[in-house]
């Protein structure tokens, strides 16, 4: 097949159905005269016996085929290439005769001549000739009509009668000829392995002596046994038993794990782009028409930005892509005025269009060739023409590049906000090139989704739910679905959009048609659907509640779990792409669910996820960035249980459980309310027989020991000040965790957030919280008023806090593994600890605590008073401050 044969393919569809029509007719109508010849095999020829007697081992035909020998040996000659071929199979099963049974030879008789040899059925020691020139049809099938390319090529087929399971199929046949746009220079290669096991399998080139081509063995192919006699140099490989090698089809289009060698008399990129600077020359004068259009842009347009615009977006919207791929024709793009007078063009002929038009605006612009398969493996391969598929042009203005493809459906925006094509590497056709050229990085290629969704339940529950999805596409993305919008119906279109849906929610139905706004100069289009969803609260009779899930339906649509996990290659994503989910759920109450941000990260793919609420609102927030186009076939096992964890990260399911009503909202939970009152009386009483605690002075105090709230007593005493307020704000914050929906969500078996330990856990924390609450107002009191108790009181207090915090810590992550604690409150909780023990051995040994928390208790009546100890000078004014407790820091102790 030509070298550009199958440039533009799949770039849109085509519609003319009667064209398809006339040319299929053509096809079936017999040939003038023969299209090909049966003679023997040539001279040169060195023939392969089949082997015969091996027999497949159970289990190891592909397609119940068992294929004995594949020989190709190619001859080049001057000015000409003769490629004899010759092929043998076992049908094994009923299928495998229906493979084996059908010989297929494509060629193209624009400069190809065909020449059958022999084609046999072997059966027991038999030859059984099936050679009947009558019963040969050439067919003119034009498989890529749908992609508006016609390439000529013919198709001999031979449907062969009385093949039966265990016979062998063998034919040989050579083709002859050699594009002329190849001149005298020649390239090729050989599969040295298949998807299937073949017993015999070799290669043969012959070439002239004195023409030395590059021969570049890939993925472990073996180099050639050479050999040289009577002016002619043989490379040969053979190889018996060639086991298949695997693959899936799912693999990026760059990966070949085959075997094959790739020959090339082409020695570097240069001689490539020598090789194609001639048929990509322009005349200078192309007619008065496309002459007066490059005027006409010009006088319209003063910028060199405006005019490449304006010249993309004519060649784009005027000339419409149709490849005739026939010939020297599949490599050599026609002259912009023929293009420019029939209207229609493929993508060489639409590139070599446009770098006219610019050059003629005094714009450099050059043709760059490119493999929109390979992409950026292509640098790998040894140098041939034969290794692009499309063109596209490079154009510059100043210091900035612009890959611009004209085949591709009308562009809108500016040239910075253009999609700008991607395809790893290019061959840039201009004289000097010696190179591949990095094209535009994937990362750099904008293709985004913000995706807002809103549902209205405000109806309440068994009633139906409008949906409103408002997409916006920008970039690449953009002109997708402009080229999708232009291409089909609305109605067509509104068809596909539903069935999207209606995956996640049955019953989904249109409320009204879909609408558009296109913002062309930034490059972003908006597309607003409006649903009917039916009543999603399904009854869960097990779990006695009744469930609502809502899918984030595009982000799950692009993270597949892989279905093998065991395989050699890797796996094609779709790079670059960025989703960026926003769901509203509008609920008939309010609703209570903050749950805890997270990501779910892979080399391939980032989550970001968060879920909160406001009223009546939910909100959930997703963003997926795709990071690679592939998944290495080593990590895939990683990957698959990344994608797991993001898709069950994905979305939100709600329930309403079928409870007492104190369960059915987010009002006062009356017994958890009443049960604080009791603990809260406990705490009082505790906190009082705490103040009737009256140990004696820590003694002996010396007229020279310091004392006063002042010195190092200044730190503590900020955070003994700030404590109560502190605590009181921590315990009204878990206060939204006892109302009664999400006491009931966590503490009523059938929930999904259910825990048997969610009761006595919250209970615990509860009655814990309330008595610290209660011993902090306390603490400040004993402080200022300077009593005894005040320094072991200060220790037990602050060490209960924190063993409240560590039991929490350490009961929070064991009942949600998924969400365990931050490691930076681990951090901060080790810090306060270390301060702990700081500020507990000051109180312990500091002359200053001990000389000014003497305050005793005043006797009850009738009672002998203490003796108190004498204030050696008096107490500096309390600190007032809301910093939080006293930082870390070593106090001096020499102020003792």
Request: one cysteine or more; proline letters at 8%.
């Amino acid at each position: 097949m030509g070298v550009l044969a199958q440039c533009g393919k799949g770039s849109a569809r085509w519609r003319g159905l009667w064209l398809a029509a006339t040319l299929a007719l053509a096809a079936a109508m017999p040939a003038a005269g023969r299209e090909f010849q049966v003679d023997g095999r040539p001279a040169w020829v060195e023939p392969l016996p089949v082997p015969l007697q091996v027999q497949a081992p159970p289990g190891t035909s592909t397609g119940g085929v068992q294929y004995l020998l594949a020989d190709r040996q190619t001859r080049l000659e001057p000015h000409d290439r003769a490629a004899y071929r010759h092929f043998a199979m076992r049908p094994l099963t009923v299928d495998g005769v229906e493979e084996a049974a059908h010989v297929q030879v494509s060629f193209d008789p624009s400069y190809e001549t065909l020449t059958l040899h022999a084609i046999k059925v072997l059966r027991g020691g038999r030859v059984l000739s099936r050679l009947d020139p009558a019963k040969v049809k050439v067919l003119q099938q034009e498989k890529d009509l749908e992609a508006r390319i016609y390439d000529g090529r013919k198709t001999a087929n031979v449907l062969l009668d009385d093949v039966r399971v265990g016979d062998v199929v063998d034919y040989e046949y050579t083709l002859r000829g050699l594009n002329p746009a190849f001149r005298d220079r020649a390239f090729g290669s050989f599969d040295l392995q298949w998807k299937a096991p073949v017993n015999t399998m070799a290669a043969r080139l012959l070439v002239p002596a004195g023409r030395d081509p590059v021969i570049l063995p890939r993925n472990g192919a073996a180099r050639p046994l050479v050999t040289q006699r009577d002016g002619w140099v043989e490379y040969l490989w053979r190889a018996n038993d060639v086991p298949a090698q695997q693959s899936d089809d799912d693999e990026p289009g760059w990966y070949d794990p085959f075997a094959s060698v790739q020959w090339s008399e082409y020695r570097d990129w240069a001689s490539v782009a020598a090789w194609a600077l001639p048929l990509y020359a322009a005349d200078a004068d192309q007619g008065a028409e496309l002459r007066s259009q490059v005027d006409a842009i010009a006088r319209a347009n003063a910028s060199p930005a405006d005019r490449l615009r304006e010249v993309l977006r004519f060649v784009q919207g005027e000339v419409r892509y149709l490849g005739i791929e026939v010939g020297i024709g599949s490599l050599a793009p026609r002259q912009p005025r023929e293009v420019i007078g029939r209207r229609f063009g493929d993508c060489k002929d639409k590139a070599l269009l446009t770098v006219w038009m610019l050059r003629a605006l005094g714009i450099d612009a050059s043709p760059a060739l490119v493999n929109t398969r390979l992409r950026q493996a292509l640098g790998s391969f040894q140098p041939t023409p034969g290794l692009f598929d499309h063109v596209v042009v490079r154009a510059r203005l100043g210091d900035r590049t612009f890959w611009l493809d004209p085949t591709r459906s009308l562009q809108k925006g500016t040239l910075d906000t253009l999609s700008q094509a991607s395809f790893g590497r290019a061959l840039v056709v201009e004289a000097g090139t010696t190179a591949l050229q990095e094209m535009v990085a994937p990362g750099d290629v904008v293709r985004r989704h913000d995706i807002h969704t809103v549902f209205d339940a405000t109806g309440g529950r068994g009633k139906p739910m409008g949906m409103q999805v408002t997409t916006v596409y920008a970039g690449e993305s953009a002109d997708w679905v402009r080229s999708e919008l232009a291409g089909d119906s609305h109605d067509e279109v509104q068809r596909r959009y539903l069935n999207f849906y209606a995956t996640y929610y049955p019953g989904v139905a249109v409320a009204r048609p879909f609408t558009v706004s296109d913002d062309e100069a930034a490059n972003r289009l908006t597309v607003t659907e409006f649903y009917t969803v039916g009543d999603l609260w399904k009854r869960a009779e097990q779990r006695k509640r009744y469930d609502a899930t809502f899918y984030s339906a595009d982000i799950d649509s692009q993270l597949h779990v892989p279905e093998r996990t065991v395989r050699r290659g890797p796996k094609a994503l779709t790079y670059p792409m960025t989703i960026h989910s926003v769901t509203e759920l509008r609920m008939f109450k309010d609703w209570s669910v903050d749950l805890k941000p997270g990501t779910v990260e892979d080399p391939a793919f980032k989550l970001s996820y968060d879920t909160h609420s406001k009223g009546n609102v939910v909100t959930v927030t997703e963003t997926l960035e795709m990071r690679a186009d592939n998944v290495p076939a080593a990590t895939i096992g990683s990957y698959a249980d990344n994608v797991r964890a993001a898709r069950d990260a994905l979305g939100l399911s709600l329930f309403l459980p079928d409870v007492a009503p104190a369960s059915d909202g987010p009002g006062l939970n009356l017994p958890v309310a009443m049960l604080a009152l009791v603990m809260l009386a406990g705490a009082v009483w505790l906190a009082r027989r705490a103040w009737r605690h009256d140990p004696a002075p820590r003694g002996p105090i010396s007229p020279d020991d310091p004392q006063g709230l002042r010195g190092w007593l200044i730190l503590p005493m900020i955070g003994i000040v700030a404590g109560p307020i502190r605590m009181l704000f921590d315990v009204w914050g878990t206060l939204p965790t006892y109302a009664a929906d999400t006491w009931a969500r966590l503490t009523l078996p059938g929930s999904e957030s259910y825990s048997p330990w969610w009761a006595p856990f919250l209970l615990t924390e509860l009655g814990c919280n309330i008595a610290l609450a209660v011993f902090w107002v306390l603490l400040p009191i004993l402080f200022f008023r300077r009593r005894s108790s005040l320094p072991r009181f200060y220790i037990a207090v602050i060490g209960a806090t924190l063993l409240v915090r560590l039991l929490d810590n350490l009961a929070a992550t064991a009942m949600s593994a998924e969400n365990p604690v931050d490691p930076k409150e681990w951090a901060t909780f080790v810090r306060d600890v270390v301060s702990f023990g700081l500020w507990s051995w000051y109180f312990l040994v500091s002359r200053r605590v001990a000389a000014t928390f003497v305050q005793r208790l005043p006797p009850a009546p009738g009672a002998v008073a203490p003796t108190p100890t004498p204030a050696v000078e008096p107490a500096a004014p309390a600190a007032s401050s809301s910093t939080p407790p006293a930082p870390v820091g070593e106090p001096s102790v020499s102020e003792a």
